[in-house]
Nanobody
Framework: QVQLVESGGGSVQAGGSLRLSCALSEYPTYMRCLGWFRQAPGKEREGVAAILSGIGVTEYADSVKGRFTIAQVNADNTVSLQMNSLKPEDSAMYYC?????????????????WGQGTQVTVSS
């Protein structure tokens, strides 16, 4: 099973930017969706952005469209999430995930492999 390790979280003021990175332990030749999810205290885990591996088609939650960008870098087996114009409501633990089965790429149950998460805190 692929291992995923996130990095790049931190604290930033509203309007600022952060770039998250997810390192995969192997090249995702058999994976379908690669996604970023987030979970705030007391809330359900929600899909933020996803990309179809090797194809490049992306999908975003309405709340982040135009502000977040997901990208897959095959050369070093990473998936990044560039987050701009951050808002306090973006504060959460962010998780990287990989899916081998067919399913909706912004739905958590599609995914079988998860990273440990990286914290993002946006202050007003």
């Amino acid at each position: 099973q692929v291992q995923l390790v996130e990095s790049g979280g931190g604290s930033v003021q509203a309007g600022g930017s952060l770039r998250l990175s997810c390192a995969l332990s192997e090249y995702p030749t058999y994976m379908r969706c690669l996604g970023w999810f987030r979970q705030a205290p007391g809330k359900e885990r929600e899909g933020v952005a996803a990309i179809l591996s090797g194809i490049g088609v992306t999908e975003y939650a309405d709340s982040v469209k135009g502000r977040f960008t997901i990208a897959q870098v095959n050369a070093d087996n990473t998936v990044s999430l560039q987050m701009n114009s951050l808002k306090p409501e973006d504060s959460a633990m962010y998780y990287c995930a990989a899916a081998t089965s067919i399913g909706a790429c912004l739905v958590a149950t599609t995914y079988s492999s998860w990273g440990q998460g990286t914290q993002v805190t946006v202050s007003s």
